[in-house]
């Protein structure tokens, strides 16, 4: 484990139910005048951008809403030349990760110039962006308070991410209310994607005390609620335990960082076109089992923050408990428990272990040694037994 840790820290945030009424009050306190609101077309259809619009009437306001959901690099550039063209002093994120990461590069780029492709990496960004709000509607990515965001490179089939300080928000606002209306199955499976962050973050070789807390504590809300979030949408109180899980597992791993379920789920996005959670869903039970060795007394944690009783076990069956527990969660809620049933063919092994160790971010924290082999391993038992 390193000794010296550092938390990204977040600059302002707002939450509860019905915060989103204070948008009004956060843009004259960044006193912009001129707004973009970036979203989809997804977002479009449930009237979300048309009420913050309609909220912010005392101020210039147009929407974007070419998002397109795992953001191709190409489609963030068409972002940054509309908001070159027509000048603005404050773009704000509104939906899942898709408009929130192209909100996030949207604004380095109409600073600094150049294309998205030139900030890939870590910190390559020179001078900050345009003052930014992001507004979550779905519950998974967190990424309305971490420095990074992740872009589809489709001509290399791939997915690459840019990590900057200048990626953080302004403000983020929090206001379970708009999560309302998602469908279970996108519930579903951006919860995992949380849970995913929550689970990796705490095994990680860069988890520290604090991300450890909010670790923790997204699991035990993730583990109480998701079920809930998914099969009564309506119930507020859910929605927002699964929308603050998602906010502390982003705070976690912000920080401590993901580890190869995140490393893998990039190479199947970018092969096979598959949605980020529901890749991080069916992969992670099979990495957890892979890691198991490396960070047993960690996993025994999991276990008990999901709701396993452990009493009287050893440390290696508490552990197991984790994954017997995440397995039955994703069960509950409707997550194929195969990368095959996702339409991906085993001859495909190779190429997607091949890309994953190109992912060194997540190489890194990971608790266990990652040699293509092991990620050959771990796919192999990711399909259904033949
Ligand atoms: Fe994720």
Do not use: W
């Amino acid at each position: 484990m390193q000794t010296t840790t550092v938390f990204n820290n977040i600059n302002r945030l707002v939450q509860g139910r019905g915060c989103l009424s204070g948008l009004p009050a956060e843009v004259e306190r960044l006193g912009a005048k001129r707004i973009l609101v970036i979203t989809d077309p997804g977002l479009m259809q449930t009237g979300i951008p048309t009420r913050v619009a309609k909220l912010l009437s005392g101020f210039e306001v147009v929407i974007y809403s070419d998002v397109e959901s795992d953001p191709s690099v190409e489609s963030v550039d068409a972002c940054a030349q509309f908001v070159k063209d027509n000048g603005f002093d404050l773009l704000i994120g509104l939906g899942g990760g898709s408009p929130i990461d192209t909100a996030k590069c949207v604004s380095i780029l109409a600073t600094n110039g150049g294309k998205t492709e030139d900030y890939l990496g870590i910190e390559k960004v020179p001078k900050p962006g345009l003052p930014k709000i992001f507004i979550p509607t779905t519950a998974g990515t967190g990424s309305e308070v971490t420095n990074v965001a992740v872009l589809s490179l489709k001509a290399l089939h791939t997915k690459k991410g840019i990590v900057s300080r200048y990626l953080v928000a302004d403000v983020a606002m929090l206001d379970a209310e708009l999560t309302l209306g998602l469908p279970g199955h996108i519930t579903a499976a951006t919860g995992m994607d949380a849970l995913t962050h929550a689970i990796e973050a705490y095994v990680s070789r860069f988890a520290q005390p604090l991300t450890d807390h909010f670790a923790l504590d997204a699991i035990t809300r993730l583990g109480r609620s998701l079920r809930t979030a998914v099969h009564f949408g309506a119930n507020i109180e859910a929605r927002e335990d699964v929308l603050t899980a998602s906010l502390y597992a982003g705070l976690a791993f912000g920080s401590a960082a993901t580890g190869m379920v995140h490393g893998l789920a990039m190479p199947l996005g970018g092969l096979y076109n598959i949605p980020h959670g529901i890749a991080n869903a069916v992969l992670l039970p099979h990495v957890m089992k892979f890691n198991l060795v490396a960070a047993t007394r960690r996993f025994g944690d999991v276990a008990r923050a999901l709701g396993e009783t452990t009493e009287g076990l050893s440390e290696r069956a508490a552990a197991e408990r984790a994954i017997a527990a995440v397995i039955s969660l994703s069960e509950d809620i409707g997550i194929p428990k195969y990368v095959d049933q996702l339409g991906i063919p085993r001859k495909g092994i190779p190429a997607i272990a091949k890309d994953g160790m190109t992912n060194s971010r997540q190489i890194l924290p990971n608790p266990r040694d990652v040699t293509y082999e092991g990620l050959v391993g771990i796919l192999n038992e990711a399909f259904s037994p033949e």
